[in-house]
């Protein structure tokens, strides 16, 4: 089982393009959580769906859009990639949405914008 | 606002006890979380609290009271694998994870 994957693993990327995290569960859960992480400040949210086909805004969703087709995938895009947009990207999932349940994460990406 | 604080950094020990404290204040309460993440990885959790006292699993406990908006992870008898970053969060009346910066543990021999 491998849980959650996400790609690329890493991307050097230049600013003004646009480009598409992308991220995959096995375990079908039902909810999908997009994360950034940067030195010195806790994982902000930046979208989540709670059941396929619903999307939510997190803290953080400018520049950002993403889409719930299916259950299992969860890609996140960046429409005009910005210098602030380098980041750690995580993708997690939980069993239930809007729930305590625990949440888990993929391997994440390391996207730099220059 | 909605705000988790917690240290930057620890060094202990190993063979030691390390307590990681964690104050948070937010817009509603659904539970308090604890994440072990190593460096270049992703977290992993370790524990959930929504209820005041001590929970218990194996080298690692975790504490909660709600009423002082304190948690407190407590690792015992430390091996050098422990060394991590540390992440603190609270679920909000939202159901939305709130996290704290994280503390990194740093375990000397």
């Known amino acids: 089982i491998a849980g959650i994957t996400q790609a690329p693993t890493s991307q050097i990327l230049a600013a003004g393009r646009r480009m598409t995290l992308r991220c995959t569960q096995d375990?079908?859960?039902?909810?999908m959580y997009w994360y950034r992480q940067d030195l010195g400040l806790g994982l902000r949210l930046i979208h989540y769906?709670?059941?396929?086909?619903?999307?939510g805004k997190g803290e953080v969703p400018d520049g950002y859009s993403v889409s719930r087709a299916n259950t299992d995938d969860f890609p996140l895009t960046l429409a005009s990639a910005v210098p602030s947009q380098t980041s750690v990207y995580f993708c997690?999932?939980?069993?239930?949405?809007?729930?305590?349940?625990?949440?888990?994460f993929g391997p994440g990406t390391r996207l730099t914008v220059l | 606002g909605q705000n988790i604080d917690q240290p930057t950094e620890m060094t202990a020990t190993e063979g030691a006890i390390v307590q990681i404290n964690c104050t948070y204040q937010?817009?509603?309460?659904?539970?308090l979380f604890w994440y072990q993440q190593h460096a270049g990885e992703a977290p992993t959790f370790l524990s959930y609290n929504v209820l005041d006292g001590l929970e218990e699993k194996g080298r690692f406990s975790s504490f909660l009271s709600r009423s002082k908006g304190y948690s407190y992870l407590l690792l015992k008898e430390l091996q050098m694998k422990d060394s991590a970053s540390y992440l603190c969060a609270v679920m909000d009346s939202n159901y939305q994870l709130i996290w704290g910066a994280g503390t990194k543990l740093i375990i000397k021999p």
């Open positions: 997690a999932s939980s069993a239930r949405g809007g729930n305590t349940d625990t949440q888990y």
């Open positions: 937010t817009s509603g309460f659904n539970g």
């Open positions: 375990m079908r859960h039902n909810a």
């Open positions: 769906s709670n059941t396929a086909g619903t999307t």
